[in-house]
């Protein structure tokens, strides 16, 4: 969701001679300036963590990086070229990051000053970045290739040094093939000139930078998806692509010290499950227990099914957490960004294909984070959105009162740990609210102070009715409780959400109450005349007929509502709903508009058919019009007309006066008078609201 404003472009000055002043805004005086970005990055790649600054910058596949601190610190930078970020690394205190893109180039970006730019670039012809590695408080970068060798880069000048590692100095005599990419690279924890690179196939060497020679070796039966060092820098963890984690000791690189397949059980054959990859582990020593290991993935496969899974080891404790989408990355943060001490682990942040979530590792049970500004705003898909400024002062703090009761339970008590960086108060003078409707049937209330989102109160419309009940018809595939239309009265606090065939109006109240909401069956029918007559003649006024009813399933209709008195919380509470009835064995065309007069008391609903005006206090139907009878001949959206046989039908329902025969002149746009005169039939003092909302 992104956030326009328009701002006055700048003009040229006129020539002295010319005196006239053009007065008239015009379009080209204007430009339109995105000032705020909202919810989650799409399609996320790369994951990186400044523990000093506590940043947190998440890569996408379309070339784009968000930085996330504290509330009010969100900041969106674009590369050029909309490629993949497939890394990200932060210059740790520096205000800086190298970004990798597939297309084998590195941007070094600065964070300084206040809109973030790329200050160097440098681009590989030759080979394909697969894997890079910053040490902390290093001017050396490592960058492992597709060909298995190793560049050096020098950060200050973003300049490759010269060094190079190549793939067959690393296996010496221990092989005879290619050992595949480089997937890992990461510096020894007690010894900073050791650099352990891991090689897809399965092989390890610790590279002595100063002598330039291989200290040893590690063969790994199965290939290799990450390493991680234990802070001593004497052992280290990989996690295989059979799910299996092997621990190797520095000093004897023969045999593995451990090898364990954490969630395969061995089966009646003697043999282990079949287990999914994992995809990464993360070693954490903690300086008052045991340490922490935290992978992703390795799941047997025939228990694993869709779900994503992080496994947390602590101790003798596996614990198996469950996420809602694929995991993407992960990060574990520490109290310490010094590799070669306890690192003390406190939380997880967790990269998922639409959201990302942070595990409190010091509570039991490892609960949640709840994010201040919470990014899912498509929790549900967004179907419907509309934007409210210059609110009473009233109505913020009505919203939160009731939107605090429906706060969620079960999240740390600990404060939220992404809390960099500083931004100063944009905070506008005058309220600010977005509402946005949801596939589900939900509605959400945002609080836009500024560059922050937050959500002010839910409201779920989709249990107002009878899903065993519903008649969505053969073609329809999502759900008939997805909102279409939003039309809410900031003053009165009236609400009207409408899906595809209903249109239902709330009002606010601070009390929980018993509520019957009332329903009301609407038929708009889109009858023409195979006539040609002009549209300027006279013609007798509209037929008075009942295009309403408040009885129950008297016309087939998409929804059905709930019968009965049920108990509403505080907030909004349902006062009427008005159903679009089948026309002809036809559901009826989707609702593509609504609106609120609180001061007469009317809700105005059309559709592609036409309108009808309901009177919201007595709830009744007034009027239901075509928009044949709007527009006559003119009619933009006109259709061929139904066949005989089905029209016959519909007036054999009572859709038609019993007593009035259908001439060519009864389908033509009426005059203004013979609309007061059918209005003012209804109720006289509604004549000036009804008649702008037909004109």
Same mark, same amino acid.
């Given at each position: 969701? %992104?956030?326009?404003?328009?701002?006055?472009?700048?003009?040229?000055?006129?020539?002295?001679?010319?005196?006239?002043?053009?007065?008239?805004?015009?379009?080209?005086?204007?430009?339109?300036? $995105?000032?705020?970005?909202?919810?989650?990055?799409?399609?996320?790649?790369?994951?990186?963590?400044?523990?000093?600054?506590?940043?947190?910058?998440?890569?996408?596949?379309?070339?784009?990086?968000?930085?996330?601190?504290?509330?009010?610190?969100?900041?969106?930078?674009?590369?050029?070229?909309?490629?993949? +970020?497939?890394?990200?690394?932060?210059?740790?205190?520096?205000?800086?990051?190298?970004?990798?893109?597939?297309?084998?180039?590195?941007?070094?970006?600065?964070?300084?000053? $206040?809109?973030?730019?790329?200050?160097?670039?440098?681009?590989?012809?030759?080979?394909?970045?697969? &894997? #890079?590695?910053?040490? &902390?408080?290093?001017?050396?970068?490592? =960058?492992?290739?597709?060909?298995?060798?190793?560049?050096?880069?020098?950060?200050?000048?973003?300049?490759?040094?010269?060094?190079? =590692?190549?793939?067959?100095?690393?296996?010496?005599?221990?092989?005879?093939?290619? @050992?595949?990419?480089?997937?890992?690279?990461?510096?020894?924890? %007690?010894?900073?000139?050791?650099?352990?690179?891991?090689?897809?196939?399965?092989l390890l060497t610790l590279w002595d930078l100063k002598s330039k020679v291989a200290e040893c070796q590690f063969n790994c039966k199965e290939a290799i998806k990450s390493v991680s060092w234990h802070h001593e820098g004497k052992q280290f963890i990989c996690s295989h692509g059979d799910g299996s984690l092997t621990t190797w000791n520095v000093k004897s690189s023969q045999q593995s010290v451990s090898t364990i397949l954490p969630h395969g059980k061995l089966g009646r054959d003697g043999k282990p499950?079949? #287990?999914?990859?994992?995809?990464?582990?993360?070693? #954490?020593?903690?300086?008052?227990?045991?340490?922490? !290991?935290?992978?992703?993935?390795?799941?047997?496969?025939?228990?694993?099914?869709?779900?994503?899974?992080?496994?947390?080891?602590?101790?003798?404790?596996?614990?198996?957490?469950?996420?809602?989408?694929?995991?993407?990355?992960?990060?574990?943060?520490?109290?310490? @960004?010094?590799?070669?001490?306890?690192?003390?682990?406190?939380?997880?942040?967790?990269?998922?294909?639409?959201?990302?979530?942070?595990?409190?590792?010091?509570? @039991?049970?490892?609960?949640?984070?709840?994010?201040?500004?919470?990014?899912?705003?498509?929790?549900?898909?967004?179907?419907?959105?509309?934007?409210?400024?210059?609110?009473?002062?009233?109505?913020?703090?009505?919203?939160?009162?009731?939107?605090?009761?429906?706060?969620?339970?079960? &999240?740390?008590?600990?404060?939220?740990? +992404?809390?960099?960086?500083?931004?100063?108060?944009?905070?506008?003078?005058?309220?600010?609210?977005?509402?946005?409707?949801?596939?589900?049937?939900?509605? *959400?209330?945002?609080?836009?102070?500024?560059? !922050?989102?937050?959500?002010?109160?839910?409201?779920?419309?989709? $249990?107002?009715?009878?899903?065993?009940?519903?008649?969505?018809?053969?073609?329809? /595939?999502?759900?008939?409780?997805?909102?279409? /239309?939003?039309?809410?009265?900031?003053?009165?606090?009236?609400?009207?959400?409408?899906?595809?065939?209903?249109?239902?109006?709330?009002?606010?109240?601070?009390?929980?109450?018993?509520?019957?909401? +009332?329903?009301?069956?609407?038929?708009?029918?889109?009858?023409?005349?195979?006539?040609?007559?002009?549209?300027?003649?006279?013609?007798?006024?509209?037929?008075? !007929?009942?295009?309403?009813?408040?009885?129950?399933?008297?016309?087939?209709? #998409?929804?059905?509502?709930?019968?009965?008195?049920?108990?509403?919380?505080?907030?909004?509470? @349902?006062?009427?709903?008005?159903?679009? !009835?089948?026309?002809?064995?036809?559901?009826?065309?989707?609702?593509?508009?609504?609106?609120?007069?609180? *001061?007469?008391?009317?809700?105005?609903?059309?559709?592609?058919?036409?309108?009808?005006?309901?009177?919201?206090?007595?709830?009744?139907?007034?009027?239901?019009?075509?928009?044949?009878?709007?527009?006559?001949?003119?009619?933009?959206?006109?259709?061929?007309?139904? %066949?005989?046989?089905?029209?016959?039908?519909?007036?054999?329902?009572?859709?038609?006066?019993?007593?009035?025969?259908?001439?060519?002149?009864?389908?033509?746009?009426?005059?203004?008078?013979?609309?007061?005169?059918?209005?003012?039939?209804?109720?006289?003092?509604?004549?000036?609201?009804?008649?702008?909302?037909?004109?």
């Open positions: 969701m %992104s956030w326009f404003k328009i701002r006055p472009a700048m003009a040229k000055a006129a020539p002295k001679a010319e005196t006239a002043v053009e007065e008239t805004l015009q379009s080209d005086h204007f430009q339109l300036a $995105k000032v705020v970005r909202h919810g989650f990055p799409h399609q996320p790649t790369a994951l990186a963590f400044d523990p000093v600054q506590n940043l947190l910058a998440i890569g996408t596949k379309s070339g784009s990086i968000r930085i996330i601190g504290r509330p009010g610190v969100d900041r969106h930078i674009q590369h050029e070229a909309e490629i993949a +970020v497939i890394q990200v690394l932060f210059l740790i205190n520096e205000g800086a990051l190298v970004s990798v893109c597939a297309d084998d180039q590195l941007h070094l970006w600065s964070l300084r000053q $206040k809109k973030p730019e790329i200050i160097h670039a440098l681009k590989f012809q030759r080979e394909k970045i697969t &894997f #890079c590695h910053l040490p &902390f408080q290093s001017k050396w970068l490592y =960058i492992g290739t597709q060909k298995g060798n190793v560049h050096v880069l020098n950060l200050e000048s973003f300049v490759l040094s010269g060094y190079i =590692i190549n793939w067959n100095k690393t296996i010496e005599l221990i092989r005879r093939t290619h @050992p595949g990419p480089v997937v890992h690279l990461s510096a020894n924890q %007690s010894d900073p000139n050791k650099l352990l690179i891991g090689y897809e196939t399965g499950e079949t #287990c999914r990859a994992i995809n990464k582990v993360e070693l #954490c020593t903690n300086r008052s227990s045991d340490p922490f !290991t935290v992978f992703s993935g390795g799941m047997p496969v025939e228990k694993a099914g869709q779900t994503p899974t992080l496994t947390i080891m602590h101790g003798s404790n596996t614990t198996v957490l469950e996420m809602e989408y694929q995991i993407i990355d992960f990060i574990v943060l520490c109290s310490t @960004p010094w590799n070669n001490d306890f690192q003390d682990p406190y939380a997880v942040i967790v990269l998922l294909q639409n959201d990302f979530i942070v595990i409190d590792l010091t509570s @039991p049970n490892y609960p949640c984070f709840e994010n201040p500004c919470p990014m899912d705003i498509h929790e549900s898909l967004v179907t419907a959105c509309c934007y409210f400024s210059n609110c009473p002062t009233d109505l913020m703090p009505a919203f939160y009162s009731v939107g605090y009761r429906q706060k969620k339970t079960g &999240f740390s008590e600990k404060e939220w740990p +992404v809390k960099g960086g500083e931004w100063p108060s944009v905070a506008t003078s005058y309220e600010e609210i977005i509402i946005t409707g949801h596939a589900d049937g939900s509605v *959400k209330f945002w609080n836009a102070p500024g560059v !922050t989102l937050q959500v002010l109160y839910k409201l779920k419309t989709a $249990k107002l009715f009878d899903e065993t009940q519903c008649n969505y018809g053969p073609d329809v /595939v999502d759900s008939p409780f997805a909102i279409q /239309v939003i039309g809410m009265c900031v003053e009165s606090r009236l609400l009207c959400v409408a899906g595809k065939s209903h249109a239902s109006l709330f009002r606010f109240s601070k009390q929980e109450a018993m509520i019957d909401c +009332v329903p009301v069956e609407i038929t708009i029918i889109y009858d023409i005349s195979d006539g040609s007559e002009s549209p300027d003649l006279d013609y007798p006024s509209l037929p008075l !007929t009942p295009f309403y009813t408040s009885s129950p399933q008297s016309h087939p209709t #998409c929804v059905k509502l709930k019968f009965g008195p049920r108990k509403w919380s505080s907030g909004y509470q @349902p006062d009427l709903c008005c159903i679009l !009835t089948w026309v002809d064995g036809e559901p009826p065309s989707p609702i593509s508009s609504v609106a609120i007069n609180s *001061k007469f008391g009317l809700l105005v609903l059309g559709n592609d058919a036409g309108l009808a005006v309901v009177d919201i206090l007595q709830k009744t139907c007034l009027l239901s019009v075509g928009t044949p009878d709007i527009y006559g001949s003119m009619d933009p959206y006109s259709r061929s007309p139904r %066949s005989p046989k089905l029209k016959s039908s519909s007036r054999s329902q009572g859709f038609d006066g019993p007593s009035h025969c259908m001439t060519p002149d009864d389908v033509k746009s009426p005059n203004i008078e013979q609309i007061e005169q059918t209005v003012l039939h209804f109720h006289g003092h509604r004549v000036l609201v009804c008649r702008a909302s037909i004109m």
